[in-house]
């Protein structure tokens, strides 16, 4: 008897002779899943160039054939998406490649035999910074079974430990979280080990300055808590509403809706996330917002924020 280990890719409109064939003006989504997708496309050399775009999905930015790890804006983009966000429209210009599992898994799937293999741990921090480390494949975790050890701090207040899968992918994240994602491209590039990438000075430079940024945030955050979800409002350059709403969720157990009000950002973390999403925040005009289940970010436009304020407090 067999058991289907392969889960990744539902939707294919384009072949992987095509994908090889050219090299492709990318637009990446800045965390650590779009870098590392970016990073699988570098490595196989099929990548004219790489840039981030400042709106999630915006390819109007920059001239972009291929795009990771996001929904773009609108369906008249006539690219290559390869990505794992909800809500990708029927009707569409661009071919696309999706799935339920993190892009770096689609990416890895399509280009596996191409990837260098001493560099393949790359892949599996992608994997994690989307929170599915359970979907690591099962020959790089036999390859690279440090992924799963863990690293121990006994700090003043309280021990704990933290996956290097985990702690790779956070350090990608922090870069991103401080508006450099180039930088976190180019030092996962460079990585030729994991212990290269966890002891990378730049990296590590970028969580300390990021920790520094969020323990002022919570000092001056806003915290309103309703019957099924609390609600939060910051105000920072940094993208710190993912974290906040995350790891308040985490100690709560409740839904969190985190806007950030000076980039005009918001997260929602929990399981009440998608219907936030589609049935509250949606109805607002001015506002966009996607994601997957329990994971959903999203815009306002500064002149909505009232309607937004008020269309979560009737529903909290
Ligand atoms: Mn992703």
Known sequence: ????????????????????????????????????????????????????????????????????????????????????????????????????????????????????????????????????????????????????????????????????????????????????PTQAFTRLDKAKTLMDLLDDQVLKNSIEELRRLRSQVEKKMKVIRGARAIYIEIETPAKLEGVIAQSIMDKKDMTVICLNKETGNFSIRGYLALWYCKEVISQVEGVTCGGHAKFVGGKIMPSKYFNFRKQIMKFL
């Open 1 to 180: 008897m067999t058991c289907e280990t392969n889960m990744g890719i539902q939707i294919l409109e384009v072949t992987k002779e095509d994908l090889l064939s050219m090299k492709w003006r990318c637009m990446t989504h800045a965390d650590a899943d779009g870098i590392v997708s970016a990073w699988i496309c570098k490595s196989i050399d099929i990548l004219s160039r790489l840039k981030f775009p400042k709106e999630f999905g915006d390819y109007k930015e920059e001239p972009c054939d291929l795009m990771l790890d996001m929904r773009p804006i609108d369906n008249k983009f006539n690219g290559i998406v390869i990505d794992h966000h909800l809500d990708h429209p029927k009707e569409r210009q661009y071919r696309l490649v999706w799935g339920y599992v993190p892009t770096s898994l689609l990416c890895y799937e399509l280009f596996k035999d191409k990837i260098p293999e001493d560099e393949l741990w790359k892949v599996a921090i992608g994997i994690a910074g989307d929170g599915q480390p359970e979907h690591i494949p099962l020959e790089i975790i036999n390859k690279f079974p440090e992924l799963f050890y863990s690293d121990i701090y006994f700090g003043w207040k309280d021990e704990y430990s933290i996956l290097l899968c985990f702690r790779a992918s956070s350090l990608i994240n922090a870069c991103c979280r401080l508006n450099n």
